[in-house]
């Protein structure tokens, strides 16, 4: 179990840490403890945290989340942004591959058994975005037959696509450096790993 693992290095370097009850939400229910983590530290700590301390407060960022939440659901903008949630997925699965890809090169073994599905899986999800994006919802938002919460809708949904096509670009970009270091065997071995020999 990953609980039974704190600060030990794993795959490519990352730690794992057992993140405190503050961080997740304090027993918060269901979706509202997932509000603290991606809305907490990136929105209410971060630009507003210094401003405003009550916004580093985790049940402040609980709510701004269930209120976010809530906006997309009243005004079913939500369905919009559904469609994208695959793509995200897809992404998250190409990051992973992209991983295994790496502790592979770095272990020396066939690395060719990840690395062409993370491509195929990046390629066809970064076309599926752009497709979605500048293909479906730009032109029908701008088509002049939708209005208010639909045109609103589309256009936060082609936002929300290239976002993540620039979050997928950012990636392509990182794990290529991170290949070109590990390929090339210029990444030095953990401290624990030259203690342990």
Request: proline content about 6%; hydrophobic content about 55%; aromatic content about 10%.
């Amino acid at each position: 179990m990953l609980r039974d693992l704190p600060n030990q290095r794993v795959a490519v370097g990352l730690r794992l840490e057992d993140p405190g009850p503050e961080e997740v939400g304090a027993g918060l229910p269901g979706l509202a403890r997932l509000g603290p983590d991606p809305i907490g530290p990136s929105f209410t700590a971060g630009p507003l945290g210094d401003a405003i301390s009550i916004a580093k407060n985790p049940h402040v960022a609980t709510i701004v989340a269930l209120v976010l939440t809530g906006i997309l659901i009243k005004t079913g903008t939500w369905q919009y942004i559904w469609v994208l949630f695959g793509g995200a997925n897809q992404l998250m699965a190409s990051l992973a591959l992209l991983l295994v890809t790496l502790f592979l090169v770095q272990a020396s073994k066939n690395y060719k058994v990840a690395i062409y599905p993370m491509f195929f899986m990046y390629v066809t999800t970064v076309c599926a975005l752009f497709y979605t994006a500048f293909f479906k919802l730009i032109p029908g938002a701008m088509s002049g037959q939708l209005s208010g919460a639909k045109m609103f809708g589309n256009l936060l949904a082609a936002a929300v696509a290239i976002v993540l096509i620039i979050c997928a670009l950012i990636l392509a970009y990182d794990g290529w450096k991170a290949f070109k270091k590990y390929k090339a065997g210029e990444v030095a071995a953990p401290a624990e790993a030259e203690k342990a020999t």
